[in-house]
């Protein structure tokens, strides 16, 4: 093992000890640093190479590698200078990684240390695989009396294949970071007479044509190169293999040598280039890694388009006739299926085919997901195209939607402008990017941590309020929760620019929220409330994880419905009546049907509604803001007045956009085999809590549309 540190002088105030490694169980230590209990950066600026060896008889390796990062808590003296002896210090957690076998012949990869849920951790780390032979030992191919067995040949078309990936990333690399490798600059990376056997090189001219002993380094190598990004991955087969085998032991041998000694001169200069660029290559191979979730994590993601057409249901005040309409417009949806059984049987179904799926082997798997990929929460995501009823001409269209565009600017505060604030500073100043956490009934402000933490990964300069202005007051009236939320937020906006207005001043506001449970209805009725109303253009994402928009009507949780019934006898809990419209005996006066006229969802630029069909907190229909099978068939008033309110949902959501909106409903799917027929199961409670237990979730749907939460 070796290992490189450079000098920093960040976080050096924390540093406490050295950097150690450990010979009894092969592992390294980073360098000691303080806890602050707080959010800090410590740069460690650490390379550790170290080497895994196969004897002569295996051959490249047959298995997997797993790589172990441990966060190892040590408590300091009394001084707070020093630390106890390294007896005392215990595991505070633990995140593994996987290194498929195919992935040890060559890998560059960005890959993030988050440890787990309780230890909110980033460590910024890239790893490089390459397949070498083994300097400081006797050659692998050193030929025997009785000639050269069929392992020598996996030997030499497996450094064939790493040399073929190291050129491939070297070039990627280089030309990502405009940098060339100096240190490459007239290298001779000619195979000569074995360029046919070459597995990169297939269809080419001759290497000496290729890479010139007087070129200028890897910035050049375009067409061999180009060669390796238009062919599969065929590390095993090829057309070169039989060639390879034809090849006599001597001229075996000496293809070994030369491929070997090409890929330790390319190793080399690579960890030199990487020493003078760590930063850029880190970032580059960060960019990469983030582009790659998507398709990664697309195993538990299920993504399909639904079209809400502008008839999708008509009030239903003039006639019966329109009972008629609304069913044969929604008619493509099956209501005499349960809509809550077909989503759950749905993900079921995806579940079990997840282990008959062949999981990606050339990547490295992070062993939070792939331990037990079956295990993970299936998520299917609906996205759904806007159909926008045209009021007007085109022209005037056109006309409006650049009016608003015009208008989007930043909203008063108290009188003063904040564009006045910043007016100074109006081309340097900085895009102020907050994001609001709301709780549910009887929640903590930190309830959403790892939501945000998921937030924060893809977003580092955002602000995040975890709302406390509810905490132990979610029994009340609505109203006021909405009241007290708007105020903490424009108190907290209002301190951001404050600062702000120190550097530059803030040129633009994205505002967004997140709200778990009735924390949504808040969020809502913050919205609707006088303080707010100047921030409504600049509403951008809003994320509601399992909210009762619609609230409680048509529950089919009998167990559920009869808690609610003691809440409000007992307890005379105000938001109950509210939710369950026992607030008013007129339905039109109940506070949520009047909540739904009220323009709370058609300013945000983004509208993601998650729900659970294993969620009996929470119906279903009320989650995703859609029509569900009682209400359909229910011709009373009841019936009428959830269908205005649902209505006046939806044409929010639909409502006319200078910019193009996004709505999707994401149903999560969990596994609870190992739960049982616990009373929490049968309730529907383990499913509502899970969404603020586990952030797999929230990181398949954040990582999958990552500009929405930028």
């Not at 079209?307 to 044969?328: F, V």
């Not at 081309?427 to 933490?453: C, E, M, P, T, W």
């Not at 707010?532 to 089919?556: A, C, D, V």
């Amino acid at each position: 093992m070796k290992v490189d540190c450079a000098a920093s002088d960040v976080g050096a105030d924390d540093a406490l000890g050295i950097w150690k490694i450990d010979d009894v169980d092969n592992s390294f230590y980073t360098q000691p640093f303080r806890i602050k209990y707080a959010r800090q950066d410590i740069y460690l600026s650490v390379m550790v190479s170290f080497n895994i060896f196969n004897s002569e008889e295996e051959g490249p390796a047959a298995s997997a590698v797993m790589l172990k990062f441990e966060l190892i808590y040590a408590p300091t003296l009394d001084n707070g200078s020093e630390l106890q002896a390294s007896s005392v210090t215990s595991s505070a957690a633990v995140h593994e990684f996987r290194i498929p076998r195919r992935a040890l012949l060559g890998l560059h990869s960005y890959c993030p240390v988050h440890f787990d849920a309780f230890h909110s951790v980033l460590v910024d780390l890239t790893l490089h695989i390459v397949y070498l032979k083994a300097g400081a030992t006797k050659p692998s191919l050193k030929v025997p009396d009785e000639g050269l067995g069929p392992v020598s040949y996996h030997i030499v078309k497996a450094l064939l294949t790493s040399r073929k990936m190291l050129l491939e990333e070297l070039k990627k690399i280089s030309d990502a970071i405009g940098k060339r490798i100096d240190d490459l600059d007239g290298a001779d990376l000619n195979l000569g007479k074995y360029e046919p056997v070459n597995p990169s090189n297939s269809g080419l001219p001759n290497s000496s044509k290729v890479f010139p002993a007087t070129g200028k380094g890897v910035g050049q190598l375009a067409g061999i190169l180009h060669d390796f990004l238009e062919r599969p991955n065929d590390v095993v087969n090829g057309t070169e293999d039989s060639m390879l085998y034809a090849l006599p032991k001597e001229e075996l041998l000496e293809l070994f040598l030369t491929v070997s000694g090409q890929l330790s001169l390319l190793w080399n200069a690579f960890l030199k280039f990487h020493r003078a660029n760590k930063t850029k290559i880190l970032d580059y191979l960060h960019d990469v890694w983030a582009i790659d979730r998507k398709a990664e994590w697309s195993i538990w993601t299920v993504h399909s388009k639904i079209e809400i057409p502008h008839r999708y249901l008509r009030s239903m005040n003039d006639d019966s006739s329109h009972r008629h309409s609304l069913l044969r417009v929604s008619g493509s949806r099956k209501f005499h299926d349960d809509p809550v059984q077909n989503s759950a049987s749905r993900a079921e179904l995806h579940r079990k085919s997840i282990a008959q799926m062949k999981i990606n082997t050339q990547s490295v798997q992070d062993m939070h997901i792939y331990a037990d990929p079956s295990r993970v929460p299936v998520v299917l995501i609906e996205q759904h195209v806007m159909v926008v009823p045209q009021h007007g001409s085109g022209k005037d269209l056109a006309l409006n939607a650049s009016e608003q565009k015009d208008t989007i600017v930043l909203p008063k505060l108290q009188g003063d402008s904040l564009a006045a604030k910043s007016s100074a500073g109006k081309k340097s100043g900085r895009i102020l990017r907050a994001v609001i956490f709301v709780h549910g009934f009887q929640g903590h402000h930190l309830d959403l941590r790892l939501v945000r933490n998921q937030w924060l990964l893809l977003d580092p300069g955002a602000d995040c309020l975890m709302s406390e202005a509810n905490e132990d007051k979610t029994s009340g009236d609505f109203k006021e929760m909405g009241s007290r939320l708007a105020g903490e937020v424009v108190a907290f906006l209002k301190k951001k620019v404050d600062k702000l207005s120190r550097y530059g001043g803030c040129k633009e506001l994205k505002l967004s929220f997140v709200g778990h449970s009735i924390g949504n209805i808040i969020i809502r009725s913050a919205l609707a409330e006088p303080a707010l109303q100047p921030y409504l253009k600049n509403l951008h994402t809003y994320m509601s994880i399992s909210g009762p928009h619609l609230g409680y009507w048509y529950s089919s949780n009998s167990l559920f419905n009869s808690g609610l019934w003691l809440l409000k006898k007992l307890k005379g809990a105000q938001c109950i009546h509210q939710l369950t419209f026992s607030d008013d005996q007129d339905p039109q006066n109940t506070y949520f049907y009047k909540l739904c006229k009220l323009k709370t969802l058609e300013n945000f630029k983004n509208i993601i509604l998650l729900s659970s069909p294993q969620d009996g907190y929470v119906p279903y229909h009320s989650a995703r803001i859609e029509l569900c099978p009682a209400a359909s068939s229910d011709t009373s008033r009841k019936g009428q007045v959830f269908t205005e309110m649902l209505n006046n949902c939806l044409d929010q959501i639909r409502a006319p956009s200078s910019d193009t909106r996004i709505f999707m409903r994401c149903d999560v799917n969990f596994d609870q085999s190992n739960q049982g027929r616990s009373l929490n199961t049968m309730i529907g409670r383990a499913a509502h809590i899970e969404f603020l237990e586990t952030d797999l979730y929230a990181k398949f749907i954040m990582w999958s549309f990552p500009d929405l939460f930028r």
